[in-house]
C-alpha cells in the first residue's frame, strides 16, 4: 500500500501528553495497528487504512465502537468521534486537533472519570392491555371501529387514535416520574431522547460519575425489581458521551 493510497482514519479523542497504542483493528479483514496523534494534552487515536470511503455496515461500526470501548478501559477522558472519519495525513489530523482544541479544553473537565449509560423501557403486551381495559371508552370505541369500512370508521378512527395518544401520554409521564427522575437524580446529566416503536415508555440516556456508577446501578436495580412485571428494561453502556457531547467535526473536502 503505497502512501498515496493511505489515510488515517480517526475514533475518538482522549486527555494525555503520552504516546499511547490500543493494540490492532480489523478493518474490512485487514489488521491495523491503532497509535495517538498530539496536539498539547489532546490525542486523537487513530490508525492508517486505505484511503476510502467506509459504509456504516454492522461489522465497521461494530469494530468502530469496539475500538472506543477498548480506549475507554485505558483512559478517563474520552471524547467520541463519528464514524467513518478518514484524513489524507497525520499533519491533517493535527490541524483538526488544533481546531477542535478549544472545544476540547472545555469538554475534557466536564467528562472527565465519566460515562454514558443508556437505559429503553418498554412496555409488556398484557400490561398495556390492562390498562387499555381501564379506560371503557378507548374499548368502546375500538369495538365500535372493528367490522367497519375505512370510510364508514373515518371520524371514529380519528378518535380512537386520540384515546391512545392521550393514553400512552399519560403511562410515558409515570414511567418518568417514578424511574426517570430518581436516575436523574443521581447521574451527572440526562437526556430523554424520542421513543423508537409504538411500546418504547422510555428512551434515556444519563452521563454518570464512574465513581457513582454503583449507586446509579442500584437505583436501576431498584426501578427493575418495582416494573419486571410491567414493562421490560434495556440497559446499556458503558458508552463514551455520545449524547453528551457535541463535536464539530469537518472531515477535509474529498477525504
Keep these: 500500500m503505497s502512501k498515496e493510497d493511505t489515510g488515517i482514519y480517526i475514533f475518538c479523542a482522549i486527555q494525555t501528553e503520552d504516546e499511547q497504542q490500543f493494540g490492532s483493528v480489523t478493518i ?82 466536564a467528562i472527565k472519570g465519566k460515562i454514558e449509560v443508556g437505559l429503553k423501557v418498554i412496555g409488556k403486551n398484557d400490561w398495556l392491555e390492562s390498562r387499555v381495559n381501564e379506560h371503557p371508552e378507548v374499548e368502546k370505541m375500538a369495538s365500535s371501529v372493528k367490522g367497519k369500512s375505512e370510510a364508514a370508521g373515518y371520524y371514529e ?67 427493575h425489581d418495582k416494573w419486571k412485571d410491567k414493562v421490560e428494561f434495556s440497559y446499556t453502556g458503558p458508552w463514551p458521551a455520545y449524547n453528551f457531547v457535541n463535536i464539530r467535526l469537518k472531515v477535509e473536502e474529498g477525504a
Design 157 to 223: 378512527r380519528i378518535q380512537l387514535g386520540g384515546m391512545a395518544q392521550k393514553l400512552f401520554a399519560s403511562l410515558q409521564k409515570e414511567i418518568k416520574e417514578d424511574i426517570f427522575n430518581p436516575l436523574d437524580e443521581t447521574a451527572e446529566a440526562s437526556k430523554a431522547n424520542d421513543p423508537i416503536g409504538e411500546k418504547m415508555l422510555l428512551n434515556a440516556s444519563f452521563l454518570v460519575d464512574r465513581e457513582k456508577e454503583e449507586k446509579f446501578d442500584e437505583v436501576v436495580n431498584e426501578a
Design 28 to 109: 474490512e479483514g485487514v489488521e491495523h495497528e491503532t497509535f495517538t496523534i498530539h496536539y498539547k494534552d489532546a490525542a486523537m487515536v487513530a490508525a492508517q487504512v486505505p484511503m476510502k470511503i467506509y459504509h456504516p455496515k454492522k461489522d465497521n461500526l461494530m469494530m468502530h465502537q469496539k475500538t472506543v470501548s477498548r480506549v475507554m478501559e485505558d483512559s478517563d477522558t474520552v471524547l467520541p468521534i463519528s464514524f467513518g472519519n478518514v484524513f489524507h495525513s497525520v499533519d491533517d489530523v493535527k490541524v483538526l486537533l488544533e481546531n477542535l482544541y478549544p472545544q476540547f479544553e472545555k469538554l475534557f473537565p
